[in-house]
């Protein structure tokens, strides 16, 4: 198994910055790509941004494109999602998630709060 640990949520003001950290242990041989992944409240969790540990390969969702960047350290086998210019929509429960070769999020960390304030 993979255990994933985030961490760096919080309340901030649209357009500041924050930084969230995810760590893995266990079983981390078997995680190909780590995401991270967002649910707001009353709405379905969605995909916020990804990146492979071997090649730091990305994709990101169209609406955190140039806002948010994701990046790992694979020494640390740890992943970041740096945000900025935050609004209150990006406000959410932010997840960070572990998927194999076959791209499916086997698991899942417990979730940091998010929380923008305009």
């Known amino acids: 198994q993979v255990q994933l640990v985030e961490s760096g949520g919080g309340s901030v003001q649209a357009g500041d910055s924050l930084r969230l950290s995810c760590a893995a242990s266990?079983?981390?041989?078997?995680?190909?790509?780590m995401g991270w992944f967002r649910q707001a409240p009353g709405k379905e969790r969605e995909f916020v941004a990804s990146?492979?540990?071997?090649?730091?390969?990305?994709v990101y969702a169209d609406s955190v494109k140039g806002r948010f960047s994701i990046s790992r350290d694979n020494t640390k086998k740890t992943v970041y999602l740096q945000m900025s210019s935050l609004k209150p929509e990006d406000t959410a429960v932010y997840f960070c998630?572990?998927?194999?070769?076959?791209?499916?999020?086997?698991?899942w960390g417990q979730g940091t709060q998010v929380t923008v304030s305009s």
């Open positions: 266990g079983r981390t041989f078997s995680s190909f790509r």
């Open positions: 998630a572990s998927a194999s070769l076959d791209g499916r999020y086997d698991y």
């Open positions: 990146i492979t540990w071997s090649g730091g390969s990305t």
